[in-house]
T-cell receptor, first 112, second 113 residues
């Protein structure tokens, strides 16, 4: 049972345009949602998180939106840069369990 | 931000040997660390939760006798792959952190010949 889903395995975007990465989840008990960026042969790097009590969190070019009724979150990158090309994972977290459940990742390619 | 290191970054071993991978939190104490495994084109799979001073908690389907975890101090957890086989070849990643974030180590690529 995949509790966190990223239905788009890949995405290509022109440099300077907006990248939108989507993530759906099934369990309404999740407290936090996080996005990670991963380059090949490296560990994931934390990007941005959002608490379940918020619907938006912004950090520079990265904004995460949370729609609890739809059990959906998205990561917006504006403007996209070639260095943003990587695999992006969303993750969901239960307070008290320290258990992070990851989506399958979306490979973003930003074209120069 | 917080730093988590792993050693070694890449290891090649013969089938049947054991390999130890270290995960260290460099500037903070971690009572809990996590070990993941990543297969090509797949997500990170949580293998186990490493608890300082107590036994690790393994996810369903992960052989605890094969993947030995020791969390000897608040800054070090080790994963030992015992009697490694080619199917154990993978990218192993650890993480540690707080409630709203996790810091990941750079990963260890294990190749079993």
């Amino acid at each position: 049972d995949q509790q966190v889903k990223q239905n788009s395995p890949s995405l290509s975007v022109q440099e300077g345009r907006i990248s939108i990465l989507n993530c759906d989840y099934t369990n309404s008990m999740f407290d936090y949602f996080l996005w990670y960026k991963k380059y090949p042969a490296e560990g994931p790097t934390f990007l941005i998180s959002i608490s379940s009590i918020k619907d938006k969190n912004e950090d520079g070019r990265f904004t995460v939106f949370l729609n609890k009724s739809a059990k959906h979150l998205s990561l917006h990158i504006v403007p996209s840069q070639p260095g943003d090309s990587a695999v992006y994972f969303c993750a969901a977290y239960f307070s008290g369990t320290y258990k992070y459940i990851f989506g399958t990742g979306t490979r973003l390619k930003v074209l120069a | 931000g917080a730093v988590v290191s792993q050693h070694p970054s890449w290891v090649i071993c013969k089938s049947g040997t054991s390999v130890k991978i270290e995960c260290r939190s460099l500037d903070f104490q971690a009572t809990t660390m996590f070990w993941y495994r990543q297969f090509p084109k797949q997500s990170l799979m949580l293998m186990a939760t490493s608890n300082e001073g107590s036994k690790a908690t393994y996810e369903q389907g992960v052989e605890k006798d094969k993947f030995l975890i020791n969390h000897a101090s608040l800054t070090l957890s080790t994963l030992t792959v015992t009697s490694a086989h080619p199917e154990d070849s993978s990218f192993y990643i650890c993480s540690a952190g707080g409630t709203d974030t996790q810091y990941f180590g750079p990963g260890t690529r294990l190749t079993v010949l």
